[in-house]
């Protein structure tokens, strides 16, 4: 069950909005990483245009190559990774920001020895029908 705080403000409005990560459903994601959703506008009731989510692939694991139509940008939280976006590639690790443009093909590699987590904006808010995911096949990512 979410715990949601609200604070009230003079005219009854909500001023503060708290969701708990620990509170929000975990589920396997489209591109196969385990996702819980923090914050979205079609759902929360907040005036913000993007959605705001939590993500974890495993150790030795990697994301599945999909495009959104929407920029996204990730948060790194903890763990290592190789980003992949389009034909480039980086390591990531605690603290780094990765900028995802629209139509971008993108995966993630969890290159340590731990999981790696780190949070997702999607801007506009995320949508399913915005999202393409490239190879539907587990095992062809083994």
């Given at each position: ?119 997702c ?5 995320w ?16």
């Open positions: 069950m979410q715990r949601l705080v609200y604070e009230y403000g003079f005219f009854g409005r909500p001023i503060m909005f708290i969701k708990k990560l620990d509170d929000c459903a975990e589920f396997i994601a489209g591109d196969n990483s385990i996702l819980r959703e923090i914050l979205h506008p079609a759902k929360d009731d907040v005036q913000v245009r993007c959605s705001l989510a939590h993500a974890k692939v495993r150790r030795g694991q990697k994301t599945k190559p999909h495009k959104l139509k929407t920029s996204e940008v990730y948060f790194i939280l903890s763990g290592t990774g190789l980003m992949h976006i389009d034909e480039e590639y980086c390591e990531v690790n605690p603290l780094c920001v990765v900028y995802i443009p629209p139509h971008a093909t993108q995966y993630i590699e969890n290159m340590g020895v731990a999981d790696l987590d780190f949070i904006i999607v801007d506009p808010a949508r399913k029908e915005d999202e393409e995911v490239l190879i539907t096949d587990i095992s062809s990512m083994l």
